[in-house]
C-alpha cells in the first residue's frame, strides 16, 4: 500500500510502483503526489505507476527559473525518458491535465485522462480573471506572501472546500497533507507571470491520442464558465463529472479509478481495432 509518509515528514519526490503498462500521474498546482494516494494502489494492480511532485512544490526538486508551463511539460518528459517510457498513458489534474495534454502534443500519451484541466480557457480574460482570483486569496494563506500563513486548521477549514465538494469525505491525514503542501509552493508567482498563460492549450483539436476531459460539477477553481465549448469527437470525450470538486480523487476515489480505466479501455479497443 501507498503511503504518504509520517505525519509532518517532507513527502518523497515521487512514487513508483506497480507492474503493466506505465500510467503517469501529474497534479494540481499547489498540492503534490499524495493528492493522487487514494487511487495509486488500485490502479498499481495493473499498471506501473510513476507518481512525481513537480519541481517547486513541496518536496519536489528545485525549480529552475523562471517557471513556465512549458518547462513543466519538459520535466514531465524528462521523467519518461529517465524511465525509459517512449509513451505512457497519462491521467492530470488542473495543472497537471494541462500537462498531460501538452505531453499529448508532443507525442508521449497513449491516452490522456485531464481531470478539471488548466490551460483550456474560454478566453484569456477568463483567464486574467482566474489570476486575480487568485492574487485575492493566495495572501489569505500564505502564498505568494512573506505573511506567515493561517493557522493549520483554519487553512484546512479554507483550503478544503475549494478542492472537494465534500470535506468531509477526504480522511484527515490526506486533508492535513494538502494544507501542509499548499504554503510550500514555491512558484506560483512565476506561474502567474507566464506569457503563454492567457492563451492556454490550444492544440486540442490536432490530438490524435483518445482524450477523456471531465469536468466536476462543483468545481470552484476552475468552474465550467471558464471553458469553452468542448465538442465529443472520436478522439476526445468530454463529461461532467457530478457531485465533486476541483481535486475529486480525495472525495470520490472509486469513481476517478473508474473513469480512468474508462479512458485505458477506449485506448485499447482504439489500438486492437
Known amino acids: 500500500m501507498v503511503e504518504g509518509g509520517a505525519a509532518g515528514a517532507i513527502p518523497k519526490p515521487l512514487v513508483r510502483t506497480g507492474r503493466g503498462e506505465p500510467l503517469l500521474l501529474l497534479h494540481g498546482v499547489l498540492l503534490t503526489w499524495q493528492s493522487w494516494i487514494p487511487v495509486i494502489d488500485d490502479l498499481a494492480t495493473d499498471h506501473e505507476i510513476l507518481a512525481p511532485t513537480l519541481p517547486g512544490h513541496y518536496g519536489g526538486p528545485e525549480p529552475a527559473r523562471p517557471v513556465t508551463v512549458a518547462a513543466l511539460a519538459d520535466f514531465a518528459e524528462a521523467l519518461l525518458d529517465e524511465a525509459g517510457w517512449p509513451t505512457a498513458h497519462i491521467v492530470g489534474n488542473s495543472l497537471g491535465g ?23 480557457w474560454r478566453t484569456p480574460q477568463a483567464a486574467d480573471a482566474l489570476l486575480r482570483k487568485f492574487l485575492v486569496f493566495g495572501p489569505v494563506v500564505g502564498i505568494s506572501t512573506d505573511q506567515p500563513p493561517a493557522m493549520p486548521t483554519m ?13 468531509a469525505a477526504v480522511p484527515n491525514q490526506l486533508a492535513k497533507a494538502m494544507a501542509a503542501a499548499v504554503t510550500r509552493c514555491t512558484i506560483t508567482t512565476d506561474l502567474t507571470r507566464d506569457p503563454l498563460l492567457p492563451n492556454g492549450f490550444t492544440a486540442l483539436e490536432a490530438l490524435t491520442t483518445p482524450v477523456t476531459i471531465l469536468l466536476p460539477q462543483h468545481d470552484r477553481i476552475l468552474p465550467a464558465h471558464l471553458y469553452p465549448t468542448l465538442p465529443t469527437t472520436p478522439t476526445l470525450d468530454v463529461r461532467p463529472l457530478t457531485g465533486v470538486g476541483h481535486v475529486p480523487m480525495l472525495e470520490a476515489p472509486t469513481r476517478i479509478i473508474a473513469e480512468v480505466r474508462a479512458t485505458l479501455t477506449r485506448a485499447a479497443g482504439r489500438q486492437s481495432a
Open 155 to 167: 487553512l484546512r477549514s479554507l483550503l478544503l472546500p475549494l478542492l472537494a465538494h465534500r470535506p
Open 98 to 120: 494541462w500537462l498531460a495534454l501538452e505531453l499529448a502534443a508532443r507525442g508521449r500519451a497513449r491516452s490522456v485522462t485531464a481531470i478539471a484541466p488548466a490551460g483550456l
